[in-house]
């Protein structure tokens, strides 16, 4: 502050502060009250997922980046190569062969049976007699298919029945090609396999070591018929309802000792001392 003499004074702070602001000037923002809290200032949301603006420098890019890319030819298509197989010439060709034609046969009539009765788990010889009777004629028992074994057409047939474990009175059906089927009720009978029986065992004696082929003979026996040596059950051959072929099982030198047969149900024969082990036979 200027005085009349000239001099000059400084200001009091109120007035020094009045004078700052005021040569501020407008631009000067205002000190806020205290005491006051601040007015709060709201974020800006940013947008999700919003792809940017394409600008102009960026499609002039695109487009020159287009105009510059090669145009591929097209893919030249692949050509086949078949080869033909090598024929012989066709004067070496055999025609085609034509079987025969199916043989259709007339259905068997009067017919007759012989035996009518077999046992159980065995297998019996059958002759049938009548008319119309060939190797194509197909026999069953109880359903079964039996085997042919011979035959004297067109009068006679001859098979084994099939195998079956319970006796009874089974039918007998006969069927030619192309014919109706013949049925005989009740015309085979399955007996009871009987007990079997033994007549002989030879040779006599063998080794030790065991392994000595004997052959038991006798009747009543079947295809799961057991030879037993010392009542050791033996690796057992059927020959047929006379025959048994076996091997001896080891055995003590110089003892003397039974041979057996049993039969699938349980029923058995035997031979008291028939086969003895001796030393001399051994090798």
Known sequence: MTTETGRTEPLPPEAASDHAADEAGPTAEAAEPEGQPAAPT???????????APTESTAEADDEAAQEAPTLPPPEPIAAVLHEPELPPADLVPPPSIGPAPRWLPAPASLEMEPTEGPVLAETRVTLRGDHLYRESIVRFDGLIAMPIGAAPPRELTVRTPLRDKPGAVEVTVQNPGAP?????????????????????????????GGT??????QGF????????????SETTFVDAHTLDARTPPGKSGAMVDVGVENPDGKRALAPRAFAYDERYAR
Do not use: C, M, N
């Open 42 to 52: 709201e974020p800006i949301a940013e947008p999700e997922d919003q792809p940017a």
């Open 181 to 209: 089927l013949v049925v005989i009720a009740q015309a085979f009978r399955y007996a009871p396999l009987p007990p079997p029986a033994i007549t002989g065992v030879a040779p006599h004696a063998g080794a030790p070591k």
């Open 213 to 218: 082929e004997i052959s038991v003979t006798g």
């Open 222 to 233: 079947v295809a799961w018929s057991v030879v037993l040596v010392d009542g050791v059950r």
